[in-house]
């Protein structure tokens, strides 16, 4: 390969398993410690939890949310890429305010679901705030990862999937953690 040049898997299904397996595995396992990682946050929200531990409901939705987002922008992204590398501060500029919309939206949908099944204000508004965050800044981050990595001259389809996935998991349990104990400890 000479230097410069990107590295893109073109055809999987002509690539031998070995060679994918040496491609995907790097990636695969960050998001694996990173996992890892996010568990360990968790548990050190234990107080959080067992004061309500309604919340534990929806940190599976919250960090979903983020996920599918993110996945949604940085799949289309890494298309876009592909075809035309330039406009890349419109590009993020659309999808910041994208963000914003399903932010709203989907804060606003679990927020009022909350309040209606748990009858609690503030499980609601703290589970409404944190899908609203996290689904809001998981097209930044789902932009901002392929980007950089298509700049490194890696292949973005390989790596930003379990970049962004975890970076997004452990930003959104951290943003609902942090808004919960504003919330229920202010």
Same mark, same amino acid.
């Given at each position: 390969?000479?230097?410069?040049?990107?590295?893109?898997?073109?055809?999987?299904?002509?690539?031998?398993?070995?060679?994918?397996?040496?491609?995907?595995?790097?990636?695969?396992?960050?998001?694996? /410690?990173?996992?890892? &990682?996010?568990? !360990?946050?968790?548990?050190?929200?234990?107080? #959080? +939890? =067992?004061?309500? @531990?309604?919340? $534990?409901?929806?940190?599976?939705?919250?960090?979903?949310?983020?996920?599918?987002?993110?996945?949604?922008?940085?799949?289309?992204?890494?298309?876009?890429?592909?075809?035309?590398?330039?406009?890349?501060?419109?590009?993020?500029?659309?999808?910041?305010?994208?963000?914003?919309?399903?932010?709203?939206?989907?804060?606003?949908?679990?927020?009022?679901?909350?309040?209606?099944?748990?009858?609690?204000?503030?499980?609601? /508004?703290?589970?409404? &705030?944190?899908? !609203?965050?996290?689904?809001?800044?998981?097209? #930044? +981050? =789902?932009?901002? @990862?392929?980007? $950089?990595?298509?700049?490194?001259?890696?292949?973005?389809?390989?790596?930003?999937?379990?970049?962004?996935?975890?970076?997004?998991?452990?930003?959104?349990?951290?943003?609902?953690?942090?808004?919960?104990?504003?919330?229920?400890?202010?």
């Amino acid at each position: 390969m000479k230097a410069g040049e990107k590295i893109m898997l073109e055809n999987d299904i002509a690539e031998p398993v070995g060679h994918l397996v040496r491609h995907r595995f790097p990636w695969l396992f960050l998001g694996l /410690l990173g996992g890892i &990682l996010v568990s !360990f946050i968790v548990s050190r929200y234990e107080n #959080i +939890l =067992a004061s309500d @531990i309604r919340l $534990a409901f929806f940190i599976p939705m919250i960090v979903y949310m983020g996920d599918a987002v993110g996945t949604q922008t940085e799949t289309i992204y890494v298309r876009y890429i592909r075809k035309e590398d330039g406009h890349f501060w419109k590009y993020i500029a659309k999808e910041t305010v994208l963000g914003l919309s399903l932010g709203a939206i989907f804060g606003l949908i679990i927020g009022g679901v909350a309040v209606v099944w748990l009858r609690s204000l503030a499980v609601a /508004l703290s589970v409404g &705030l944190a899908m !609203f965050v996290t689904v809001s800044t998981a097209p #930044i +981050l =789902a932009t901002i @990862i392929p980007r $950089a990595l298509y700049k490194r001259h890696s292949d973005p389809a390989l790596g930003s999937g379990p970049l962004a996935t975890i970076l997004q998991d452990l930003i959104s349990v951290m943003v609902y953690f942090f808004i919960a104990s504003t919330i229920l400890f202010g």
